[in-house]
């Protein structure tokens, strides 16, 4: 893993949208785009492109969030894990958006 230096800019992991049916939407984005399956389930899916991830989520078991990767995740609040390995709490901008703050040694 890269340690990040003072220079480097910080890193967005994902973006998270919100779908009704999680397989339709695996299935019209991988169709439509050059991306890989990186994780699915009923509830959510992430799609890794060249640049960014793309994560598809029920509303009512994921918010529509953007996620980043941050050695300092764990100043933000308690971690919790997830089902796929990674570690992030959940925090709200001052607009109210909901933001993922992702451990970067769980990716």
């Known amino acids: 893993m890269k340690t990040q230096t003072q220079n480097e800019l910080d ?3 994902h973006v998270a949208i919100a779908v009704k049916d999680v397989g339709a939407a695996v299935e019209w984005y991988t169709k439509t785009f050059r ?4 994780y ?10 060249a640049n960014i991830s793309l ?9 529509p969030h ?6 300092r995740a764990a100043e933000f609040g308690t971690l919790k894990p997830h089902r796929d390995g990674t ?3 959940y925090v709200d901008d001052p ?5 993922e703050i992702m451990d970067a040694s769980s990716l």
Do not use: M, Y
């Open 66 to 71: 953007i996620g980043f990767s941050s050695e």
């Open 11 to 13: 890193t967005i992991h």
């Open 95 to 99: 607009a109210g958006n909901s933001v």
């Open 55 to 63: 994560a598809l989520v029920i509303p009512e078991q994921h918010p």
């Open 35 to 38: 991306c890989e399956i990186a």
């Open 87 to 89: 570690r992030s709490v």
């Open 40 to 49: 699915r389930d009923e509830t959510w899916a992430l799609l890794k492109f």
